[in-house]
């Protein structure tokens, strides 16, 4: 009761219009009270009414009322405050839909400040007073508001649950113990906290640890991608000085050559031109010579004729008959020069392998790689456009942009060192790094998928040259109902669902190369782990039977049969799953 009338006094001196303590009072003509300046403003908003009115009675006015401090009821306010009349809680405190409510407030209940895990009730700021003032209460444990202080109570006894029964891993009130849990292994609930909080610490001590382990493990990488970074651009920019320097020395051979020649040119033309002098002297004398002689043949009179015949100068001695050599001249220069840029070719070709293994080997081994993929869509993603490298057929094959058909007669291709002369196969024109898939669709009696370095042979015996039979390249050799894998000249059986259609996966990094049936489902054929020191070329190969042909498809990464990878083994359960 003595709360109701702290409530009505409350309500007795607050404003209708803020809802809390009267500030600066005024009353006006009706005999309603407000604040000041909440009537002012209440006011304000009316004046384009041109009347005025009562918030509560709603009394109007012809003219707005000239508001007037009420002293007395001023004083009243005052001597209320010191009273220990508090002002009226603002909206904030009063408890909504998510917040925890006083359990002891009978009007508007405010929000709880502490829940009591004795009393099991929740109390606000003032209702909880007596918990901090009395010693009877001193015992209580206090916590911070819950709504789950009923799950306290048992639901069999109604009684406060203080104890924990650990062979049923539940907690329990004193009397569960005689019926119930009978003979079970109990303790008290703050026992078994004080046991679970060990466990708890040591689970945050151990989560604390691998979060430093795993900040450490991020500043190392944040390093490491620094050091990447620095190395990477140095390299660049110390071996791009060193191409530079390269195409420098080249430009400087190309004119030491040039000058070379330009040299020997203006000697050779200048040895010409001095014969050609000599030649052309020689036969200006005789030329004076015969017409003496025609002079003196023509003379009729034979005294005469002999006299100025004795009197003639004896012949010089004629230059010796000039050797003009097959039209070659500085041919062999460029011979020579064509010669230098094959050799320099090969050894660029071959030194490129030790570079690309030094890039290759720079690699930051993370403890969560990406996983290969599983679907089709998924391996679709990483499906590379792959073409036919016209240098490398060969030449009982007849081929297109992506296809390989054997012929029985010789194409008439191009010499070309990187032209297969043995067996009947091709590579493609593009290397392969990385992540990369690709399918094959085969026709006729027998194809060869395969991957191989670009250095494998092109000439020699059929099992020195052809896929499979060195250690430079990998195949699956496609029969009409049978597969075999050939590396080095071993041979590995496969068994799979026949299918004219390959799949090809490669994971250069991680050094892994994957063969699959695809049809309705995708059936792993073959899986090979190695560690692959240079680019990968995909190559087709065909048996000897006219039209045997082998095929890059052309796959968009969007397409989505079919879906499932299985093992062999499951490929017929599978099928019917997917």
């Known amino acids: 009761m003595a709360q109701r009338g ?43 009414k041109k009347i005025h009115s009562c918030p509560q009675c709603r009394e109007p006015f012809t003219s707005r009322p000239v508001l007037v401090k009420n002293t007395m009821l001023s004083d009243i306010m005052e001597q209320l405050k010191k009273t220990g009349l508090q002002a009226a809680p603002a909206d904030h405190c009063y408890a909504g839909a998510e917040d925890v409510a006083c359990d002891v407030c009978t009007e508007r209940k405010l929000k709880a400040l502490k829940s009591c895990l004795v009393c099991l009730v929740s109390y606000c700021d003032q209702h909880l007073q007596p918990h901090y003032n009395s010693s009877a209460f001193e015992k209580h444990k206090l916590v911070e508001p819950s709504k789950k202080l009923q799950e306290n109570i048992c639901s069999r006894h109604d009684e406060v649950m203080k104890m924990f029964c650990r062979t049923d891993q539940q907690l329990i009130c004193y009397l569960c113990p005689v019926d119930e849990h009978k003979g079970h292994d109990t303790v008290s609930a703050a026992a078994e906290r004080t046991e679970r909080q060990k466990e708890l610490e040591g689970s945050r001590q151990n989560i604390q640890q ?68 000599k030649l052309e002297q020689e036969i200006t004398e005789l030329k004076r010579k015969d017409a003496e002689m025609t002079k003196l043949s023509d003379t009729e009179d034979h005294n005469q004729f002999l006299h100025n015949y004795s009197s003639l100068s004896p012949l010089s001695e004629s230059t010796s008959s000039i050797d003009i050599r097959p039209l070659r001249y500085f041919e062999d ?54 073409t036919l490298d016209p240098n490398t057929v060969h030449p009982q094959l007849w081929f297109s942009d992506r296809k390989a058909t054997f012929m029985k007669r010789e194409q008439s291709y191009s010499h070309h060192p990187d032209r297969f002369s043995v067996n009947y196969q091709v590579l493609s024109e593009e290397s392969l790094t990385g992540r990369c898939y690709w399918e094959v669709e085969r026709t006729g009696g027998g194809v060869n998928v395969a991957v191989a370095y670009k250095n494998i042979s092109r000439k020699g015996r059929a099992n020195e040259c052809g896929f499979g039979h060195n250690d430079k390249s990998w195949v699956l050799q496609c029969q009409e109902n049978t597969f075999i894998f050939l590396y080095n000249n071993v041979q590995t059986y496969v068994s799979g669902p026949p299918s004219t259609r390959v799949g090809v996966y490669l994971d ?16 792993l054929l073959h899986r090979v782990k190695t560690t692959f020191t240079q680019p990968l070329y995909a190559g087709l190969g065909v048996y000897y039977d006219y039209g045997d042909t082998a095929e890059f498809c052309k796959l968009k990464k969007t397409e989505v049969a079919p879906s499932c990878v299985c093992s062999a083994t499951e490929a017929i359960t599978a099928r019917d799953v997917c």
């Not at 607050?14 to 909440?38: A, E, F, Q, R």
């Not at 791009?240 to 420098?248: A, D, S």
């Not at 050799?343 to 660029?348: E, S, Y």
């Not at 080997?361 to 990483?382: G, H």
């Open 508 to 523: 250069h990094i991680a050094g892994t190369l994957s063969f699959y049936s695809v049809s309705d489902t995708m059936t």
């Open 333 to 386: 220069v460029t011979a020579a020069v064509s010669d230098a840029r094959d050799k320099l070719q090969d050894r660029l070709r071959e030194t490129w392998t030790d570079i690309y293994l030094a890039v290759i080997e720079v690699d930051v081994i993370l403890s969560n790689p990406q996983p290969d993929p599983t679907t089709r869509a998924q391996f679709l993603k990483y499906s590379r456009e792959i």
């Open 6 to 48: 702290v409530q009505l006094d409350r309500e007795t001196f607050s404003c209708s219009i803020c809802l809390d303590l009267l500030k600066d009072p005024v009353t006006i003509p009706c005999g309603h009270s407000y604040c000041m300046n909440c009537i002012q403003e209440f006011w304000d908003k009316e004046d384009k």
């Open 210 to 277: 691998r979060i430093q382990d795993r900040e450490k493990d991020v500043k190392l990488l944040q390093q490491e991608v620094e050091a990447i970074n620095h190395s990477a651009d140095k390299v660049v920019e110390d071996s791009g000085k060193i191409f530079t320097e390269l195409i420098r020395l080249l430009e400087k051979r190309s004119s030491d050559v040039e000058q070379q020649v330009r040299f020997q040119q203006k000697t050779e033309v200048s040895r010409a031109k001095e014969v050609q002098e």
